[in-house]
């Protein structure tokens, strides 16, 4: 009877089969092999626009007003990838454009979405980075975007939930050739860091001549298709992704505050006792590093930090619209207290062995407050001549945008002993962030400045390498950070 049923009703029909859950439309497949007619009258060559309209109702309006083209031939894209997460599929044919429509559908509706919450998406990129980061000599352009796949999917419910120990130390030990400023597949040396450095040279943290303001292209000979159109994939460094879940990793097993420490501070005082207490600990320990997952399903955020968010989502999706590219960083974006943590990585290793590992996890704070200067104050230009600290802050490749200082708050310095820091440094429109810090009192006029350079990754999770200026390599410091912004009070005034 179906035979002959009109186009416009069948088509209605084979739409009603299918479920808002973005899944296969397994009934309407069925349905295309009843009968050639049936197949004719319902096949995506002919009716891309019932397809779109299937697209539509499981992810929801398209706000691009694509042509349903380009829709229907998405949903095939997306029905391929998610086929290949429920099946634990970790073989290498389409892998690329699997994983690639994955990474773009993680950026349009967030990891938790029902389309690939259904098919163990977190579980299927856990396996997946396991497989490729395991084989060094493999695609590095499968690896990098694995690697940035597996920091977008995760939240920190997956971590604690799905990840055991044994694998969460196996991921940061595959991860740790990562952590390079200009996001290299491996470090190649660990060079001292001065200013007679050879551009080609790789280190912990590199000269900062070497261009960090271009994401690194994932490229393929034809181009990946996103939306019916062939693309290349920008993505950002590979480095922040690897600095990012290297900490939410760790920071899945909580540090254990020394028994004999005061509760509070009001007890610390009273017994006329300094440092650190119980209480701080804590607040240290809900001071995680920002997971994209969990950033896209909360609700705490600030209008400015959807804002960012949104922005640098825009900018990571191939070929935005220019009405949609705006400045990763903006007036304001950065003023405030910023609040995480450091680990610091081992020195004076030889140029064949391993990378070492980040320990130490220690707190960090900065409040910053931005200023319309020519040149960061504080600064001084005698290092650069000295070599000391390169002039990364005076870089005429990059277009600055906010000049920085800050400093440690009080209430941090009396917590954990510190006589307190001082900062001053340039926010860029790119996303970079580079700052030094200095001791408030420094013990001699020769105090070294330590050097940060990070980046404000999808708005909320400030994370980096930071290096001594210290020349020789057996007497340097450096290691990786991760700061977020901390959260206004209720009665504080909307940013």
Same mark, same amino acid.
């Given at each position: 009877?179906?035979?002959?049923? &009109?186009?416009?009703?069948l088509q209605h029909i084979a739409l009603l089969t299918t479920t808002p859950v973005a899944t296969p439309p397994s009934d309407l497949y069925a349905l295309l092999a009843t009968c050639r007619t049936l197949y004719r009258a319902l096949n995506v060559s002919s009716n891309p626009h019932l397809y779109a309209a299937i697209f539509r109702h499981q992810y929801g309006p398209d706000l691009r007003n694509r042509t349903d083209s380009s829709l229907?031939? +998405?949903?095939?894209?997306?029905?391929?990838?998610?086929?290949?997460? *429920?099946r634990i599929d970790l073989g290498v044919h389409r892998l690329r454009q699997d994983m690639s429509t994955?990474?773009?559908?993680?950026? +349009?509706?967030?990891?938790?979405?029902?389309?690939?919450?259904?098919?163990?998406?977190?579980?299927?990129?856990?396996?997946?980075?396991? /497989?490729?980061?395991?084989d060094r000599k493999g695609d590095k352009n499968n690896i990098q975007l694995v690697v940035w796949l597996l920091c977008l999917a995760l939240s920190r419910n997956d971590i604690l939930s799905q990840i055991p120990e044994e694998v969460r130390d196996e991921l940061v030990i595959s991860l740790r050739p990562f952590v390079s400023t200009d996001a290299s597949l491996y470090l190649t040396s660990l060079s001292p860091f001065s200013a007679t450095d050879s551009?080609?040279?790789?280190?912990?943290?590199p000269p900062c001549s070497t261009p960090r303001s271009r994401p690194q292209?994932?490229?393929? @000979?034809?181009?990946?298709?996103?939306? /019916?159109?062939?693309?290349?994939l920008d993505l950002p460094p590979v480095s922040d992704a690897a600095v990012i879940l290297i900490f939410a990793l760790k920071e899945a097993v909580p540090l254990q505050a020394p028994y004999h420490l005061p509760a509070t501070r009001a007890l610390a005082i009273s017994e006329s006792r300094g440092g650190p207490t119980a209480e701080d600990y804590t607040t240290f320990q809900s001071t995680l590093t920002p997971l994209f997952s969990d950033i896209r399903q909360t609700e705490m955020l600030t209008q400015s930090r959807l804002a960012t968010t949104r922005a640098w989502v825009v900018n990571t999706l191939p070929e935005p619209e220019a009405a949609?590219?705006?400045?990763?960083?903006?007036a304001g974006s950065i003023a405030g207290v910023w609040e995480g943590a450091m680990m610091i990585s081992s020195c004076g290793l030889s140029e064949d062995s391993e990378p070492p590992d980040f320990l130490c996890r220690t707190p960090m704070q900065c409040e910053f407050v931005e200023q319309?200067? @020519?040149? &960061?104050?504080?600064?001084?230009?005698?290092?650069?001549?000295? #070599? /000391?600290?390169? /002039?990364?802050?005076? *870089?005429?490749?990059? +277009?600055?945008?906010?000049?920085?200082?800050?400093?440690?708050?009080?209430?941090? @310095? +009396?917590?954990?002993?510190?006589? #307190?820091?001082t900062f001053a440094g340039r926010a860029h429109k790119n996303g970079e962030i580079v700052f030094t810090r200095r001791p408030k009192q420094p013990a001699n006029q020769t105090s070294e400045a330590w050097l940060f350079i990070g980046r404000l990754c999808y708005g909320n999770a400030l994370v980096g390498t930071f290096r001594s200026s210290a020349v020789?390599?057996?007497?340097?410091?450096?290691?990786?950070?991760?700061l977020r912004k901390q959260t206004p009070s209720p009665n504080a005034a909307p940013e």
């Open positions: 009877m179906l035979e002959f049923t &009109p186009h416009d009703i229907s031939a +998405e949903l095939h894209q997306r029905c391929d990838a998610l086929g290949r997460c *429920r994955l990474f773009w559908m993680v950026l +349009e509706h967030g990891s938790q979405c029902d389309a690939l919450s259904q098919v163990g998406f977190s579980s299927f990129v856990v396996q997946l980075a396991r /497989n490729l980061l395991s551009q080609d040279k790789l280190c912990w943290l292209a994932v490229n393929d @000979e034809a181009g990946l298709l996103f939306y /019916n159109k062939r693309v290349f949609d590219q705006r400045a990763l960083i903006g319309q200067h @020519e040149s &960061p104050p504080d600064w001084d230009h005698r290092e650069t001549q000295s #070599g /000391n600290c390169p /002039n990364i802050l005076m *870089r005429p490749d990059v +277009e600055a945008c906010i000049a920085l200082v800050g400093q440690t708050l009080p209430q941090h @310095e +009396e917590a954990w002993g510190s006589d #307190g820091f020789d390599d057996a007497c340097s410091v450096c290691g990786i950070f991760s």
